[in-house]
Nanobody, 120 residues
């Protein structure tokens, strides 16, 4: 069984920063792409940022230049550094990863989500 556990969410003032972490645990052979998604009330879940196993990245246009995704393969952990936060960044942030527990087979996993609220 594989688990993704997020941490680092909270309440922050507009213009502030937060760093989210997501650690994968379990019988992991390898991890492919990892990413962060978010879902605001009444809206669909959307991709925020994604990083491949080779550390190629892509970002939603709304966060480019403000958010940075990174990963530590030794720790099976992905991070999201969020700067210059805006009220419209308020959402539940979910970690996502493609994880292999046996060779040649991978499954997609989700974390439980962490709330980020940007408000004065």
């Amino acid at each position: 069984q594989v688990q993704l556990v997020e941490s680092g969410g909270g309440l922050v003032l507009p213009g502030g920063s937060l760093r989210l972490s997501c650690a994968a645990s379990g019988s992991i052979l390898s991890i492919g792409a990892m990413g962060w998604y978010r879902q605001a009330p009444g809206k669909q879940r959307e991709l925020v940022a994604r990083i491949t196993s080779g550390s190629s990245t892509n970002y939603a246009d709304s966060v480019k230049g403000r958010f940075t995704i990174s990963r530590d393969n030794a720790k099976n952990t992905v991070y999201l550094q969020m700067n210059s936060l805006r009220p419209e960044d308020t959402a539940v942030y979910y970690c996502n990863a493609d994880v292999s527990t046996v060779r040649f087979v991978s499954y997609n996993y989700w974390g439980q989500g962490t709330q980020v609220t940007v408000s004065s």
